[in-house]
């Protein structure tokens, strides 16, 4: 049976998720199909980048937040 690799497979392939007798076919349809070799190499890249992406706020914006907090503290009547 022929199978038709497509993106999902690859996404799959690129976080280690594919069923072990699928990597090889995955591998194949990769390196013969110029759309999946360059879908590919995009979402390595990607991936690349979003692991640089800081999510812990910086020491300057906490200290920015808090000092607003602290300027429009509500009063209790």
């Known amino acids: ?3 038709i690799i497509t993106q999902e497979h690859v996404i799959l392939y690129i976080y280690n998720e594919l069923d ?3 990597r090889p ?3 194949r349809a ?3 199909e110029p759309d999946l070799l360059k879908f590919y190499q995009k979402a390595v890249l990607l991936l690349s980048e ?3 992406i800081n ?3 910086s020491e300057t914006t906490i200290s920015i ?3 607003e907090a ?3 503290s509500f009063e209790v009547h």
């Open 1 to 3: 049976m022929l199978e």
């Open 20 to 22: 072990a007798n699928m």
């Open 25 to 27: 076919i995955v591998e």
């Open 30 to 32: 990769i390196a013969s």
């Open 50 to 52: 979003l692991d640089k």
């Open 55 to 57: 999510d812990e706020p």
């Open 65 to 67: 937040l808090n000092e």
């Open 70 to 72: 602290r300027s429009n």
